[in-house]
């Protein structure tokens, strides 16, 4: 089964809600603009509930079906990125230094493609609730909707979400049972030692030297610490330091990000990062101020839901385009706070060809929200027939 005729029908009402979505982008959990404009399609469909201003621009709509039945959550992050966009189309970002990079205008577009079929038919039991959440990129609203109790308060028994992926196939689904996407940690290291000229580096204490001692000895931590079978990366990402070529300055920071699947493999990094500045500070006479943050946790899908996508995926898309035992991936997602707190599966939607997530001339392809909406919409229909 392809694209749902319903929904084929009202493809280019989808285009025009993406690209109005595409054209203001809001950031982080200030997403008022995109949540009224969510509301106002959704009250024109008829959802039977609306609940906003959950984490902040966050909005829940439930959609009643025939009879009574468990809930199922669909969800789409709706916040944009800090970049200065480059796509050079009519319906460019409006808004200086923001645009929708990462297709988060998509997402929404597709939520509310599937939210108008399931309004005029509802050929399921139970109910649907609808999760437009902000703050994915950075701020986690996925946990804060989470902590605000949705799962709870809206009785949802499994939860699924879609992801688009540029130069995968169009139309093409991937993903896989247990841990898909990383825990993402972030470090920020400052070291301050004595500062002076820099032909007399024996009446200094060098915060150069010391910070390069640790970025090389933390690049030892996933090649001698953690098992070959197990997967994870440390990358230094920032190093700051001095103002000019003749000066040894009395502070040098960097930063680190780490990425991992496993909670005990996380918890094996953060020792052996902490032991190595430790270690170093003292070895070279610097003081180290360490801040190691604990990201978003490791996106991990049931096996049972993920199955059962994998399956609903077949059906709109056909075997052939549907991968279910893909690789992981090192990017993280706050997905992974719902799926802790439900089963569910999060999948990801080839587009086909075009610039990278995060790019600024990247821009999502109108032609697959049609897709992502049947496949949202046949899982409802197929999780909970009426």
């Known amino acids: 089964m392809p694209v749902l005729n319903r929904i084929a029908d009202f493809a280019d009402e989808m285009k025009t809600w993406r690209r109005y979505l595409h054209q203001h ?59 200065t966009e480059q796509t050079g189309v009519e319906w460019a970002s409006t808004v200086p230094g923001k645009m929708h990079a990462c297709g988060h205008d998509g997402h929404t577009t597709m939520l509310l493609g599937a939210a108008k079929y399931l309004c005029e038919t509802r050929r399921f039991s139970g109910r649907v609730a609808l999760i437009f959440q902000p703050a994915e990129e950075d701020g986690g609203g996925g946990e804060v909707m989470v902590k605000q109790g949705v799962m709870d308060r809206f009785a949802i028994a499994q939860v699924y979400a879609i992801h688009n992926a540029p130069n995968i196939p169009f139309g093409h689904f991937r993903t896989r049972p247990g841990p898909l996407m990383a825990a993402v940690d972030t470090a920020w290291v400052t070291l301050t030692g004595r500062g002076g000229h820099g032909a007399m580096p024996n009446e200094c204490i060098d915060p150069i030297v010391a910070a390069l001692a640790m970025i090389q000895s933390i690049q030892t931590i996933v090649s001698r610490n953690v098992a070959a079978t197990e997967q994870a990366v440390v990358s230094v990402t920032q190093i700051n330091a001095g103002t000019a070529s003749n000066i040894i300055p009395e502070q040098a920071t960097f930063c680190a990000t780490i990425r991992s699947f496993d909670k005990g493999v996380q918890s094996l990094i953060e020792r052996r990062f902490r032991a190595i500045i430790e270690g170093h500070a003292t070895s070279f006479g610097v003081k180290a101020d360490l801040f190691y943050e604990i990201g978003y946790p490791a996106t991990v899908n049931d096996p049972g839901k993920t199955a059962f996508a994998a399956d609903v995926a077949r059906d709109v898309a056909g075997a052939g385009a549907v991968e279910a035992e893909a690789g992981r991936d090192m990017g993280a997602e706050d997905f992974s706070y719902m799926l802790e707190a439900r089963p569910g599966a999060y999948l990801f939607l080839g587009q086909g060809d075009g610039s990278g997530l995060h790019h600024p001339s990247y821009d999502f392809n109108d032609d697959v929200a049609p897709v992502g909406a049947s496949f949202f919409a046949r899982l409802v229909e197929v999780a909970q027939p009426s």
Request: glycine content about 14%; some cysteine; overall charge negative.
């Open 25 to 83: 982008p809001e950031l982080k959990f200030d997403c008022h603009q995109t949540a009224a404009f969510v509301v106002e399609r959704l009250l024109e469909f008829g959802v039977d509930e609306i609940h906003q201003g959950i984490a902040q621009s966050g909005v829940v709509a439930i959609i009643n079906g025939q009879g009574s039945g468990p809930t199922i959550g669909l969800r789409a992050d709706m916040d944009g990125l800090p970049i």
